[in-house]
């Protein structure tokens, strides 16, 4: 491709991510694992389950677990409002597994120049779900690992 002065202009490839906002904190979805966006619905609970693990819902006709990022991370409890969302993401290792967010913001495009890999450097409970710190505009997004945060989803 040429820009208007005829000179090669090269495409950095980007990476869709859906921004969610969990507590005060904005955090980043790989959107190729974005199976649906659905409202809050009728949670079932399963007794002995994992405390991140809140229970099972009924997607058209699919039982879907269901876990919550703010326990997974040690965060305060879930309040549930008319803005929470579950983001259901499919993966090929666990298939349907619905994730609560406090609200679902937008969907930006990232190049991996534009994100900082280097999370490693706080000793947080959520350092080990975040794989990257990217910029959207004034505001830092927390790029989250969807293999890692579902991995115990099955070992727990």
Do not use: W
Not at 5 to 15: A, F, H, M, R, S
Not at 34 to 56: E, L, Q, S, W
Not at 58 to 64: A, H, P, Q, S, T
Request: aromatic share 4%; proline share 2%.
């Amino acid at each position: 491709m040429k820009d208007e002065n005829g000179l090669d202009v090269v495409e950095k490839e980007t990476v869709q991510y859906i921004v969610v906002s969990i507590g005060n904190e904005q955090y980043g979805l790989d959107i190729s694992y974005v199976d649906n966006i659905v409202r809050m619905c009728k949670i079932t609970r399963v007794p002995k389950a994992p405390a991140h693990y809140i229970g099972v819902i009924n997607l058209r006709g699919e039982i879907v677990p269901l876990m919550s990022l703010r326990r997974k991370m040690n965060l305060e409890d879930d309040v549930f409002t008319d803005i929470t969302r579950i983001i259901i993401l499919k993966t090929e290792e666990q298939g349907l597994v619905g994730i609560v967010v406090d609200e679902v913001k937008e969907v930006i495009a990232l190049a991996e120049d534009e994100i900082d890999r280097n999370t490693q450097n706080s000793q947080s409970d959520k350092t080990q779900y975040i794989n990257g710190i990217g910029k959207n505009g004034d505001e830092l997004i927390s790029i989250l690992e969807i293999s890692s945060i579902l991995d115990e989803v099955d070992a727990s």
